[in-house]
């Protein structure tokens, strides 16, 4: 099956906008068999909505639209797309009670937006595909000649969730209902995820594999978390690529090492929280230039509750001296970025708090504030439990990045800490 | 002028990389007053590139591809299009002689690679874009009835680089030469940012200039932060244009009021951070759900520290109890989501840590946790500081979007309070 991408909005055509949307449906169709053939970028003008739809639509017979589904005025993909298959809009009453309800729930004041009902509008025979993160519900219509257009909202996050809800299991079941998937052949990848490693040392660890693995590609992707290993198969059935991958996989991992701590999009705070939980150990954050980036990234799981307890944001000397008892000599001494201050830090922050570990973070994000001897992306980190250790990072990027790289090293350190024992 | 852009590769097809040449090239020939009209992305097959590039020359006349110039084998651009154009492909010595001293200088070690002879050939009658940044040269190719196609590399530092000093200068020579910048009209826009305000009552709120205002195009564009409110003109010479964008924005702002927070890309946080400095007001945090979250928004602006100190992370119960003093009564009676609480841990936040300002944060993030009193989304903020004040938002999205708008809720809170006084 082959499948069309037109993503509608001045916004992408300006440039204002990066089109993630674009990149996120070719990812998720490719997974299951279909291939992305052509994709095009048009504004929000009923005319070159018109032609690139039936353009597209002559070549494939199948497209997927996202964006203008909203309730303003530069909203113009269903209308225009109805009177390209000539049909009628009509008001859909359930689409306008289930808005009135969402409203509802939402506690929004003030009476229902007459704006809402544009959103409630929609072609006649049109199949409706449920909005669960959103107002705008997606559209999906065919013609006689069994071509197809779906439209689905330019929100990424309600793009996404209902393309997994609502549109992939209707491409999957017209691609081809049971089977389809055995007899397609797919473009699968599996990513390695790696950190504490610099791309070239770890491409020189993984010697001739990093020119490919069993003849899959790899590309290494190195980003603030580290460095990602993609291997990516094509042109085989499903089953098959799934078994080629595995294989390389395993063979990636021999080479990779401890610098390996997961694969996809596989969280390091999540990971530690999981190693934590199972050793029934309890987290506590002290944290001086990540200002609380370190508690937010644990926090950002669901569940943290059971492991994580809380922290001290110690941006100010006066709140590591009044909240974590770090002495004023302490920091007349070494200063607040040294590996004293970080292990003091910790070790208060354990105690105070009643955790079993504690992690502290102090350094110079930047851009300004470094010295000779303690330059900009000089970061130290401590961890307090069983036993307690410090490391002195030198990082590099923007502020943004040097805290997010802190932050990472900072749950890798406890990642380490933790196989060892 | 009408240009088309035509992004070539798979791996974009394929999502593996997301597109952000294209959005570069929109910006940098809308400021030049060239108008983007539509955009289109294709593999690395020859049919569909050759496709593409006279449909579009169809359409417009001027196409300005990106990628598939390099040395390997599915680099088709240029002799794909030289085909289409009749036109043969012939070895040029100066780009030889070029990328040989390239090869020295960069001292790369072994033999000049053959496959480098394949960037030296290039389409008769074409003229040479020069690469100062890399090694595959740009093209641009006229055919006879003045229509024309240049093809840059698909290395972004590449492509930005060729822009600049090789295709815009032709691009502004073609569109009418000395005084063009003058002369030409250029795609301009404004953006005004709001918070606290949902699309649709913002759109009522706006009323007639929901639809334009001063004839120019209003787009809105919500986000975890709010709804962007985004101005655009076009077919205006430079200085009309932000004459008229200024007339609207100030239309704008006046209609949709105290909502309005920023322009363009401003920060909430940094917004905040410059009116409590200018007041000389020192800010702390206290947060439960958002785990430090606007901690470290804040601290992600440079030069912060001046105005924030720091703060409690009491994600656990026992940490609001132990380091912020809140009763083990008022948590039973209120639980630890509720205006009592939130109050309590920004009072003793502020006073704990001396500062003027303190804002806490409690509430149900989800996706576990709720209760029909207490549903997920459900959080209240408070702020202590010349009055205490709390407020209960029931916010939705996911985890992360539930404690990302409380956490621009929050900011929300202290501006308003201080634009009072």
Chains 1, 2 share one sequence.
């Not at 990779?256 to 990971?271: M, Q």
Request: with cysteine.
């Amino acid at each position: 099956m082959r499948i069309e991408i037109i993503t509608i909005g001045d916004e992408l055509l300006l440039g204002f906008t990066i089109d993630t949307n674009a990149a996120h449906l070719a990812r998720e169709l490719a997974a299951v068999g279909v291939e992305i053939v052509h994709r095009t970028t048009v504004g929000d003008r009923a005319d070159d909505i018109t032609r690139a739809v039936s353009e597209a639509l002559d070549r494939t017979g199948a497209v997927v639209t996202t964006g203008g589904l909203g309730p303003t005025s530069d909203d113009l993909t269903k209308p225009t797309i109805a009177s390209l298959f000539a049909r009628r809009m009509i008001l859909d009453e359930t689409i306008v009670e289930a808005m009135k309800a969402r409203w509802k729930t939402l506690k929004r004041t003030g009476p229902f937006p007459h704006s809402n009902y544009a959103q409630a509008m929609i072609p006649e025979g049109a199949v409706i595909l449920v909005n669960r993160h959103g107002s705008a519900p997606g559209i999906w219509l065919d013609d006689d000649r069994s071509r197809w257009v779906a439209m689905l909202p330019g929100v990424p996050r309600e793009m996404r969730g209902m393309l997994a809800e609502e549109l992939l299991p209707l491409i999957v079941a017209r691609a081809g209902a049971a089977g389809a998937a055995e007899r397609a052949t797919v473009i699968r990848s599996r990513t390695l995820r790696t950190t504490g490693v610099a791309e070239s040392a770890l491409a020189d660890q993984l010697g001739d594999l990093a020119r490919g693995v069993n003849g899959l590609e790899l590309a290494f992707l190195p980003g603030v978390d580290g460095v990602d290993l993609r291997l990516t198969v094509r042109g085989l059935a499903a089953a098959n690529a799934d078994v080629a991958l595995a294989a390389a996989v395993m063979k990636l991992r021999e080479r990779a090492g401890r610098c390996v701590y997961g694969e996809e999009s596989a969280d390091l705070g999540e990971i530690v929280l999981d190693m934590c939980r199972r050793r029934s150990l309890h987290l506590a954050v002290a944290e001086s230039c990540t200002g609380g980036m370190l508690g937010s990234r644990l926090t950002s799981v669901a569940g943290s509750s059971d492991v994580f307890l809380g922290g001290v944001i110690a941006y100010d000397n006066s709140v590591k001296r009044k909240w974590l008892g770090v002495s004023s000599d302490l920091l007349d001494e070494h200063g607040a970025v040294s590996e004293a201050v970080a292990l003091a830090m910790a070790r208060s922050a354990r105690e105070g708090m009643g955790a079993e570990i504690a992690i502290a973070i102090t350094g110079v994000a930047g851009p300004d504030g470094g010295t000779a001897l303690k330059p900009v992306g000089m970061v130290w980190v401590a961890i307090d439990g069983r036993v307690a250790e410090a490391r002195c990072l030198h990082l590099f990027g923007t502020r943004e990045e040097v805290r997010l790289r802190a932050t990472q090293a900072a749950l890798d350190m406890v990642r380490r800490s933790l196989d060892t024992h």
